[in-house]
């Protein structure tokens, strides 16, 4: 067996022994600040490909990219290496950022209004 085909199945073992088969259900269940930066991330990629499930891409890319900061002034190209991402997964991600560039900009504003 090779490291990859090892690695696949750990993952889908992982997955299988999961409580919650996505972690959208554990935010339902526990809410979102129960949820590790990889999860909130496997959430917004929804899916995975076939044996690679969200959460194992999510900690792939968290891994390349270290933190949300590290990921945040990517260009969308780096994320096109990832097995398991597109096109519409990488644009649910950069339309995050931009959601949260825009509250954190929304916020110094009202910051500055107040002192």
């Known amino acids: 067996m090779t490291n990859s085909e090892l690695d696949t199945e750990e993952t889908l073992q992982e997955y299988n022994e999961l409580k919650w088969h996505h972690p959208g259900g554990k ?3 526990l809410g979102a600040e129960s949820l590790t ?3 909130l991330l496997a959430v917004l990629i929804s899916t995975g490909i076939k ?3 969200a959460e194992a891409i999510a900690r792939e890319i968290m891994q390349k990219f270290g933190s949300f900061k590290g990921m945040s002034n ?3 190209k780096k994320f096109t290496a990832i097995k398991g991402l597109a096109d519409v997964k990488i644009i649910r991600i950069a339309a995050a950022f931009e ?3 825009r509250i954190v900009n929304d916020v110094l504003r009202e ?3 107040e002192e």
């Open 37 to 39: 930066d990889a999860e």
């Open 51 to 53: 044996g690679k499930p």
């Open 27 to 29: 935010l339902r269940e």
């Open 111 to 113: 910051y500055e209004k």
């Open 99 to 101: 959601i949260a560039r």
């Open 74 to 76: 990517q260009p969308l």
